[in-house]
């Protein structure tokens, strides 16, 4: 489990410099990173700044979808997400990190998905995928975002 962990941190070290290194190419409203070393990155970002895609680390052979959002969270603590689309609704569980890039002033945390398959297949549901994930308020948070582009990413 601590590999994993160490392997988001890399991965997410590197997805912070994305607008640097640029995309490899756009599907619909997804862009795809294959150049970066052993992994290859397909994500979508919201209006609200949040990014979901999922990222494959080729020497692995292993996959896995995320969320990353400035919600707040207990890094390595477990959160339970409800996700909706065309394919229906379920819960999953997400694995809270805090990301490399944030800061004291103003935290990003990334939530790493148990449920790989059923977060693919909402992906390619086409229309919009939604996140939902309670508060410690009572509330919820929603993140929305588009599918289009999301099975050929």
Known sequence: MQKVFCIV???FGVL???DIAGQDFKSGDWFVYKS???MQIANVRNESG???GVVCLVSANSC???IATETTCEPKGKYPFMINSPTGAHTLMGTCLTAPWAEKEKPAFLYSFDEFAST???YESGGTVGFVTPM???EFRVFRFSTVGA???
């Open 9 to 11: 941190i890399v991965f």
């Open 16 to 18: 912070a410099s994305f």
């Open 36 to 38: 970066i070393e052993d």
């Open 50 to 52: 949040a990014v979901t």
């Open 64 to 66: 896995f979808a995320y």
């Open 120 to 122: 693919i297949a909402a």
């Open 136 to 138: 410690k308020n009572g």
């Open 151 to 153: 099975t050929s990413a």
